[in-house]
C-alpha cells in the first residue's frame, strides 16, 4: 500500500464538501464537521502520479538552458523574416492632423520623472523634518510644510537653483498640482469623516457662541485690512468685493485637524476644555468652508449669475443634509466591519466623485463636495472606521506631499523684500492673531471660562496649518491673491500654528484651581 495513495473523489451530499486527502477508512483528515465519523468518503485507489502530480525526476540544468536558448534563436529568425517581408509593404497615407509621432520629446516621461522625484524628495524632507519638529513640540505637519517651502525657490532656489530645478522645474506643476488636488479632495473627505456631530451638541450654547466669535471676529478684522491692503497689494482686476471676502475667510480658518492632533499628543482630549476645544473647531470648520463656498461663488461667477451660483450651492447643501444624509444614516450603519467589501467601497470613492464634480460644475471648488459627502457619513460606523483606516496613510503621507511639494513651488518668500514689506506681513500675523485669539478669548470668558481655559482654547483656535494653505492655493488659483500676499499669508499660517503648542499654558485641561506652573 506504501505506493499508493488514498484520494477523496467524492463526499456525502450535504454533508461534507472536503476535497483533501483521505485517510484510511475513508474520513475525512481535514473536516471541520464534529464528531467526525459524520463525514464518510469513498476512497478510491490511484496509482503515482496519476492525478496529474509532478514527476519525480526533474531535466538535467543544461538541457533547460539549451532548449531556452534554441528557443529565442528561433523567435529571433522569425522575427528577422517577418521584419524582412513587411519592409516590403507600404501603408496608406494618414489623415491630415492624426499623425502618430513615433519620436520627438519625453515630455510626459520627463515630467511623470520629476513628480516623482519631487514627492519623493519632499517625502523624505518632511518626514526628517517631521520628527525634528515633533521634538520641538510642533505637530507633524508643520515640518511636512516646511519641507515644501525649503524645496522651492524660497530656499532650496536660492541656495541651490540648478537642483531646485532639477526636483522642482517649472514644466511639473500641472501634473504635481493634479496630483495635489487629488490628494486634498480625499484629505477633505477623511476630514469630513471624522466629523463628530456630537461635540456640536455637548455645550451647545458655549460651543455654537465661541465658534462664531472666533469666525465673526477675524473675519471682520480681516476684511477691514484689506480696505488697506487692496491698494498695496492686489490689482484694478480683482473686484474689491471678492478680495475682502477671501481676507476674511483667509483669518477665520481653524485647522480642525491639527488642533486634535495637538490635544491628543497633550492627553487633554477627553477634558472638558478638550472636548469644548474639539466642538468649537468643527463648527468653525463647518461654517468656513460655507464661507468659503460663498466667497468663491461670489469670485468666481459673474455679476449675473452670482446668486444662480450661490442659490445652486444652498439647494446642494440642503440636499446632502436633508435627503442623502438621512439615507446614508440608514443604510451605511447595517454593515459590520468584516462586511465591507471593495464593491461598498467603490460605491462610496463613485459617490466621492460625484459630489466632488457636482460642487465644481456649480462654481465652488470640488473639495467642498468631498468634505459634505465625509460630513454626512455616520462618523461611528463601521464604513468610516474601514475608509479613514485604508485612506489616511495613502493620503497624509503619499499625496498630501504633492501638495506640498506644489505649495512651495507657488511660495516665493524672496517677493517679501524690504523692511516695508517685512512690516506688512507682520501685519498680517498680528491681524490673524487679535481676531482668532482675541474673539475665542472674549468670547470663552463671556461663556463662563476661566482665564486659563480660555487661553488655551484661544491658542488653538489659532492654528491654521494645513486648511489655511488648502484655502490660500484656491484663492492664488483664481487670481484674488498675488503670489507676495499668497507667501505672506502662508508666513501667517505658519507663525499662528507653531506659535499654540509652546505658548499653551503648562496644565491646561486641569481644574481652574490647579497651578499653571510647574
Not at 449675473?304 to 439647494?315: D, E, Q, R, Y
Request: include cysteine.
Amino acid at each position: 500500500m506504501s505506493s499508493w495513495r488514498m484520494i477523496v473523489v467524492q463526499t456525502v451530499p450535504g454533508v461534507c464538501r472536503c476535497t483533501v486527502l483521505a485517510r484510511v477508512g475513508g474520513r475525512c483528515r481535514d473536516c471541520v464537521l464534529e464528531p467526525v465519523s459524520l463525514c464518510e468518503a469513498r476512497v478510491v485507489l490511484s496509482p503515482p502520479n496519476a492525478m496529474g502530480q509532478l514527476p519525480s525526476a526533474t531535466p538535467h540544468p543544461w538541457r533547460v538552458w539549451a532548449g531556452y536558448g534554441l528557443f529565442t534563436i528561433v523567435a529571433l529568425g522569425l522575427f528577422l523574416l517577418i521584419n524582412q517581408f513587411g519592409s516590403t509593404l507600404t501603408a496608406p497615407v494618414a489623415p491630415e492632423g492624426s499623425q502618430i509621432r513615433l519620436t520627438g520629446d519625453h515630455a510626459v516621461s520627463h515630467t511623470l520623472l520629476h513628480v516623482l522625484i519631487a514627492m519623493g524628495a519632499v517625502l523624505i524632507c518632511g518626514r526628517c523634518l517631521a520628527v525634528v519638529f515633533r521634538w520641538l513640540g510642533q505637530p507633524p505637519v508643520i515640518g511636512e510644510v516646511v519641507a515644501g517651502i525649503l524645496l522651492g525657490p524660497s530656499f532650496l532656489g536660492w541656495v541651490w537653483p540648478s537642483a531646485q530645478q532639477f526636483i522642482l522645474p517649472a514644466d511639473v506643476a500641472p501634473m504635481l498640482g493634479t496630483i495635489a488636488q487629488l490628494g486634498v479632495i480625499l484629505y477633505m473627505f477623511i476630514v469630513g469623516l471624522e466629523l463628530n456631530p456630537e461635540l456640536l451638541r455637548d455645550r451647545a450654547h458655549a460651543t455654537v457662541a465661541i465658534s462664531h466669535s472666533s469666525i465673526i471676529t477675524p473675519f471682520i478684522l480681516g476684511s477691514g485690512l484689506a480696505l488697506w491692503l487692496y491698494p498695496r497689494m492686489s490689482s484694478s482686476e480683482v473686484p474689491f468685493t471678492s478680495f475682502a471676502l477671501f481676507m476674511g475667510v483667509a483669518m477665520s480658518i481653524t485647522a480642525f485637524p491639527v488642533l486634535a492632533r495637538i490635544l491628543t499628543d497633550r492627553g487633554i482630549h477627553r477634558s472638558p476644555i478638550g472636548v469644548v476645544a474639539l466642538g468649537c473647531a468643527a463648527t468653525d470648520d463647518v461654517t468656513a468652508w460655507c464661507l468659503l463656498a460663498f466667497v468663491v461663488g461670489v469670485a468666481q461667477a459673474k455679476v449675473g449669475s452670482a446668486f444662480i451660483v450661490l442659490g445652486l450651492t444652498v439647494l446642494y447643501i440642503a440636499g446632502m443634509f436633508l435627503v442623502a444624509r438621512p439615507l446614508a444614516q440608514r443604510y451605511f450603519r447595517k454593515f459590520g466591519e468584516h462586511e465591507i467589501s471593495p464593491n461598498l467601497v467603490a460605491v462610496v470613492l463613485i459617490l466621492l466623485l460625484g459630489s466632488a464634480v457636482t460642487t465644481e460644475l456649480i462654481g465652488i471648488h470640488a473639495i467642498f463636495g468631498a468634505f459634505l459627502l465625509g460630513a454626512i457619513i455616520p462618523h461611528d460606523c463601521a464604513l468610516a472606521r474601514v475608509l479613514t483606516t485604508r485612506l489616511v496613510d495613502l493620503v497624509t503621507i503619499l499625496l498630501l506631499p504633492a501638495f506640498f511639494a506644489f505649495t512651495g513651488m507657488r511660495t516665493q518668500i524672496g517677493l517679501v523684500n524690504g523692511l516695508e514689506q517685512w512690516l506688512v506681513c507682520g501685519l498680517i500675523i498680528l491681524v490673524a492673531t487679535a481676531g482668532k485669539f482675541g474673539g475665542t478669548l472674549l468670547a470663552s470668558r463671556a461663556t463662563g471660562l476661566g482665564w486659563r481655559d480660555a487661553t488655551t482654547l484661544g491658542l488653538l483656535m489659532n492654528t491654521r496649518g494645513l486648511m489655511e494653505l488648502i484655502v490660500l492655493n484656491i484663492g492664488l488659483d483664481m487670481g484674488v491673491i498675488s503670489p507676495t500676499l499668497f507667501a505672506m499669508m502662508v508666513l501667517m499660517a505658519l507663525a499662528t500654528t507653531m506659535s499654540a503648542a509652546p505658548l499653551m499654558p503648562k496644565h491646561a485641561g486641569a481644574p481652574e484651581g490647579t497651578p499653571a506652573t510647574a
